[in-house]
């Protein structure tokens, strides 16, 4: 009779430890799940995507050290075909002082970003920005949002909402044990 219950909790156990949780890169194609986002203003289209905790080993080398301490997120614009190529003046304030285009709002708090920066991407005719933030506890995070002042494309302000459940979601999928 104990080797029957045995038996059973160690099926027990054996079930209860298959997770059934999205692999990340299904997860960040999901639409619902807020990860990247789109918005359409005339003929442009900004993307944001929320970069999880390790992607820097994703993208780098085994050696890469991870930045515990930031979120990361990646903004790209697109621009339509018939303004695609960026004259030399906006070239220019699309690459310097660009921090202050970026917001981050975490229930009441504004935070500033720590770095914001255009990257190369092979992207003719529009461009993409890391921009990193303090990485703060998401555990009393009621609404989050990511703010972009475009003054240089479309003069507009947009705002993307994030959602707390599924950023912790791709920080724990991005650091399996």
């Known amino acids: 009779m104990r080797e029957r219950y045995k038996l059973l909790i160690i099926c027990c156990f054996l079930f209860s430890c298959k997770s ?17 986002q789109e918005k359409f203003v005339g003929n442009t289209s900004i993307r944001l995507t929320y970069l999880p905790l390790g992607w820097e080993k994703l993208t780098a080398s085994e050696s890469a050290d991870e ?3 930031a979120m990361a997120f990646r903004i790209s614009v697109f621009r339509g075909s018939q303004d695609a190529e ?11 002082g660009v921090d202050t285009l970026f917001q981050l709002i975490l229930n009441h708090d504004t935070l500033q970003p720590l770095s914001a920066e255009r990257i190369a991407n092979g992207n003719i005719g529009g461009i993409t920005y890391l921009v990193t933030f303090e990485r703060r506890s998401m555990t009393p995070v009621e609404q989050a949002a990511f703010v ?6 479309t003069n507009t302000r947009l705002i993307f909402p994030l ?10 999928l991005s650091h399996r044990l």
């Not at 960026?86 to 310097?96: F, R, V």
């Not at 707390?164 to 920080?171: Q, S």
């Open 20 to 36: 059934k949780r999205l692999p990340l890169s299904q997860l960040m194609q999901q639409k619902e799940s807020g990860l990247v």
């Open 163 to 172: 959602r707390k459940e599924t950023i912790l979601i791709a920080d724990s």
């Open 86 to 96: 960026l004259t030399s003046e906006i070239e220019k304030k699309a690459s310097y």
């Open 148 to 153: 972009y002042k475009d003054w240089l494309f």
């Open 67 to 69: 930045d515990q301490t």
